[in-house]
Nanobody, 115 residues
Framework: QVQLVESGGGLVQAGGSLRLSCAAS????????MGWYRQAPGKQRELVGT???????NYADSVKGRFAISRDNAKNTVYLQMNSLKPEDTGVYYC?????????WGQGTQVTVSS
């Protein structure tokens, strides 16, 4: 069983930055794609971006140029650097580990961007 624990959320003013972390237990971290998702109140969970086992990244259009995902396989941790934050970035941010037969989610961390 893999556990994912997000941290780093909080309240920030528009234009500010935050860095989220997601620490994974277990030894399989380096082999899997990691993703960040977010869910705003009353809305469906949406993809923010992903990073593959080789470090390749993909981002939603809404965050391209502002957010960056990285991973440190030695620390079993994936990061989401969020810059130039906007009020519409507010939501609960979740990390996800996925493979052909496994999917694990973290418990989420709240990000609130004030205008």
């Amino acid at each position: 069983q893999v556990q994912l624990v997000e941290s780093g959320g909080g309240l920030v003013q528009a234009g500010g930055s935050l860095r989220l972390s997601c620490a994974a237990s277990g030894s399989i971290f380096r082999s899997y794609t990691m993703g960040w998702y977010r869910q705003a109140p009353g809305k469906q969970r949406e993809l923010v971006g992903t990073i593959g086992s080789a470090g390749d990244t993909n981002y939603a259009d809404s965050v391209k140029g502002r957010f960056a995902i990285s991973r440190d396989n030695a620390k079993n941790t994936v990061y989401l650097q969020m810059n130039s934050l906007k009020p519409e970035d507010t939501g609960v941010y979740y990390c996800k580990m996925s493979g052909q037969i496994i999917v694990y989610w973290g418990q989420g961390t709240q990000v609130t961007v004030s205008s």
